[in-house]
Each structure stands twice: as C-alpha cells, then as structure tokens.
C-alpha cells in the first residue's frame, strides 16, 4: 500500500491548538480522505484522544510525530524521554498510529540511534522513523527526505523504506480566508486555483515517476492554511478546499501500478560513472558532441560538497561552477524518455550539443525532467555526448545526471 498523505499541524483560527468541537476534529480527517489521501502524519503535536479515535472509526493511517523540544542538558533529555514514552502508552492502542517519528529535521535531536532501538523494543508493533527530514541517523525502518517542492526521494536501500516525509507547500492566499492580509507564503506561490491546481497535478506526475523507482510513501505539505502559512490545501477556516475535482482524480491515480522505470543511463545512486569535467571556463562550443575534452579530467559521479544531504558524492566540487562531459551508448531511443537530475543548485543539460534542460535552483534528489520534442529528437540511436553545466549558489552543492526510460502499466 502506497501511503499519500497530509502533513496536519492541526491547528485552528479561533483555537488556535484547541479544535472548537469534536465535529471539527472529524472534519478534517474525513476531508482529508475525501481528498484521496490515505495517511496524516501528525505534525509535532498531540491531539486529544478523540482526534484518534476519529482516525481508527474512519481507516486513516497515522504518523505520530513527538513534539519538538530544544533537549540541551541531561535534564532536558530526561524529560523528552519520559514525555515521548508518556505518548506511546496514552496512543499505543490506537491501530490506526502506524509509525513513531520522535525527531523532524533535527529539532531538538539528540541519541538518535538510542531511541529508535528503546522505541522498537519498546513498542514491536509500529515502524519507527528515527528523522522526518534532513538528519538521518541511518537507523529505524525508513529513510525520509524533505523536498520543496520537490518531489524527490532518498536512495533506496535493502533495509529501510525510502520515503517523502514532506513535500509541495504550493501557496495561494484566498481572499477573505486568510490570517492575515499581506505576508503570507508558501514553497512556491501562485495566483489563481487553477495555477494551483496545474502544478499540484504536475507534483503528482512527478510522484508516480518516483513511486516506480521504489518510494514507498508521500507527505504533502499541508491539510489546512496555518496563519501566515497559506499552502493549505484547505483555507484556515475551512470553508474553503483549494482542490479541483481533476485534481483529486489525480490523487487517486497516485495508487494505480506504478510506471516501469527502466535506467538506460544510470547515475550515481545506481551506478557511478566517469565523466570528464573541469571548474575553468570552457573556451568554444564545450557542450558540443565533437569538442575534444581529453584535457579535462576524469571523475566519478556524483560531484559536489560532501555533507549534501542524499547525494552520493564520488568527486568533491566545491567551487563556483562545473562542466561535466560523458559519452554514453542508447542501443536505442527510449519511447519516453526522462533525464534524471539531481541539480544544487543551478544546472543545464544539453545532449548533443542541443540544450535539454535549463534547471533553477536545488532539488533534494534525483527529479525527472521529460524529454520532448526537439529535446527527445537530440538522442540517437548508439553514442551520445551528455554535457552539463552546474552552478553553486548557497547551502548543499551536487550534480549528477542519468536517463531513464518510463513506460506506463495497465491497471
């Protein structure tokens, strides 16, 4: 079972974290099933118990997050570990809680890998993310990446479920449902519903190509508007579901088989490969399938800072801007074909001297870029000259590109 759900921080305009009735606290969780969604990740908060019994009467899968805390001093972590056991024995009958989440992004976040071993001890019946975000400690049941907008996914590994613990938080202010009047945000902000609508649906395609490379779970970023937080895909108030119904068509399509991805040129989370590449401006037309790179030197994939977060780093580049090369064989051209590319930040992909991708900004992972058009037309049957070139702007630093092959299933 595909788990796609909400991030819900379950707050309110008039309560702000006290729901008015236990009318409202139901209401949310059967919207959010009504939307599509299978799961709610209970974002750093605990709610009464009614919240979850709602959540059991109504067959809603619970993440349950531990409220974050600063934790400095042996005194602090004394209290979070009594606190965080006080919530496992006051929720641990609840069926639908099917995972602990003691640590977000690394709020507060100390002894990793001893509380995910007390928690699997603990309670043997639930999986345990040890960190929703950024700070894995390589431990517990589950590998969990933040993406905005994303999506994107953690590698996939043997013993441990690659999973999206939060994505999207695509932004739309609706007038007179708002917090506030001006100052409010989301990951990337749009106009109008039906702008909104588009690129939620695009989120999805991108989603469905990740599931078929093994992702096992999504958490979209978040149920309602929370003040000035306005990437709801409800209002504050709720009177208001930003959702078109195309839109929750697409939700549903989430859970259909997945397409079949097949890596014709892999990248560094597969296989690393060598690339020719130099951090000196290239003179002439270096993205072209016939410059003479043999003065560039040779690497493995992927390149960047070590300590970017999911990249699998095989050449360190730390300066401003990279150019990278490779030769690759494509017996032939795939029907669908995608570039996969993890670009922190700037990049732009050319195939044969002609430019395939122009990509801003960062990704937190590999993402699936279609290749159409004069585009797809680019790749030949038998070798192929792939250029990029990177550029570094702030935080994580990392390039690397592979293409794949996506054929679609029957139901």
């Known amino acids: 079972l595909f788990q796609f759900g909400l991030l819900d921080q379950g707050w309110w305009p008039d309560g702000l974290y006290t729901a008015p009735t236990d009318e409202a606290l139901a209401f949310d969780i059967q919207k959010t099933k009504d939307l599509g969604f299978n799961v709610i990740r209970k974002h750093v908060k605990v709610e009464p118990a009614r919240w979850y019994y709602h959540a059991d009467r109504l067959g809603m899968l619970v993440w349950q997050d531990m409220p974050s805390g600063n934790n400095k001093g042996a005194d602090a972590e004394a209290n979070f570990k ?10 641990r009958n609840h069926p639908s809680i099917v995972m602990w ?30 960190t929703s975000g950024w700070t894995d400690a390589k431990v517990g049941d589950v590998a969990d990446l933040h993406a905005y907008p994303g999506p994107a996914m953690p590698p996939v590994e043997k013993e ?9 938080g695509l ?26 609508n588009a690129a939620f649906r695009d989120l999805l395609t991108q989603l469905r190509l990740h599931i078929g490379d093994g992702l096992a779970s999504a958490i979209y970023t978040q149920t309602t508007d929370v003040e000035v937080e306005v990437n709801g895909v409800m209002t504050y108030d709720r009177a208001v579901t930003k959702l078109s119904p195309d839109t929750v068509a697409a939700i549903r399509r989430v859970y259909a088989p997945p ?5 014709v040129v892999t990248a560094s989370d597969r296989t690393p490969a060598t690339w020719r590449y130099t951090t000196t401006q290239p003179s002439g037309n270096w993205f072209d399938a016939s410059f003479d790179d043999a003065a560039w030197t040779a690497g493995t994939s992927g390149f960047g800072a070590t300590g970017t977060r999911f990249a699998n780093v095989g050449t360190p580049w ?13 017996a032939a051209v795939p029907d669908a074909p995608y570039l996969r590319v993890f670009h922190d930040d700037d990049a732009q992909v050319y195939v044969n001297g002609t430019l395939v991708a122009q990509l801003a900004g960062a990704n937190a992972g590999f993402a699936y870029v279609p290749l159409t058009g004069a585009a797809r037309t680019a790749l030949q049957p038998g070798k192929n000259v792939i250029a990029v070139h990177a550029h570094q702007t702030r935080g994580g ?15």
């Open 397 to 411: 630093q990392f390039i690397d590109v592979g293409l794949a092959d996506v054929t679609e299933r029957s139901r």
């Open 171 to 196: 932004g739309l202010p609706i007038e007179t449902h708002t917090w506030v009047d001006k100052g409010n945000w989301g990951y990337r902000s749009y106009s109008t519903l039906d702008e909104l």
């Open 318 to 330: 730390t300066s401003s801007d990279i150019w990278l090369r490779r030769a690759v064989d494509v």
């Open 82 to 91: 009594r606190e965080l056991q006080d919530v496992i024995d006051t929720l």
């Open 259 to 263: 397409p079949t991805i097949r890596h």
């Open 160 to 168: 441990r479920a690659a999973m999206l613990g939060e994505f999207g």
């Open 101 to 130: 989440v003691p640590f977000n992004e690394g709020w507060g976040q100390h002894k990793t890998p001893d509380y995910v071993s007390w928690l699997k001890a603990y309670d043997t019946t639930r999986l345990v993310n040890n």
